[in-house]
């Protein structure tokens, strides 16, 4: 009876331990470590790992982390915090809305949201880089990122 208890607990992520309710411990922080926090997407996917690549050739450490579980990982921790979302029916997600408010609208945090509208853009209430999920814009969007994050890292 008691390890029947003991599984249910665990399933509901209610015991400290348990994978479905554990907190992401993150070791690797400061000023020469990006944060990306995605979906793992297939799109999303190859756009990280073409960022990261790059990232480390320039020296610099990429910690990926799950967008669901962004409350955990500060944006003041890291050099730059890359946050990859999806448009929601003509809005702004409200995850990342949510995320960009808690985290005080820091500027090290860039925003990519994708749509099945190539046209959407995204001003407010943060500039975003936004695309269509196709293989064909992996290294447009990459390229963005990259560009930003460089702007971002060479003012720390």
Same mark, same amino acid.
């Given at each position: ?32 470590? %990006? ?12 756009? %990280? ?91 447009? %969007? ?15």
């Amino acid at each position: 009876m008691k390890i029947h208890i003991v599984l249910m607990l665990c399933a509901l992520g209610i015991i400290g331990g348990c994978a479905a309710g554990k907190k992401p411990v993150q070791t690797l922080k400061g000023e020469k470590v %990006v944060c990306i926090l995605t979906t793992g997407k297939q799109f999303k996917a190859a756009v %990280v790992e073409q960022v990261s690549t790059s990232l480390a050739a320039k020296g610099y450490r990429v910690v990926t982390g799950s967008r669901t579980k962004a409350n955990n990982y500060k944006a003041s921790d890291y050099g730059a915090v890359v946050y990859l979302a999806e448009y929601w029916a003509m809005h702004v997600p409200f995850n990342a809305k949510r995320y960009y408010r808690r985290n005080n609208e820091a500027e090290n945090i860039i925003f990519v949201i994708t749509s099945g509208n190539p046209g959407v853009t995204i001003s407010e209430p943060f500039d975003a880089v936004t695309s269509a999920s196709t293989p064909a814009n992996v290294a447009r %969007v990459s390229g963005e990122i990259l560009a930003r994050l460089e702007r971002i890292l060479d003012n720390k």
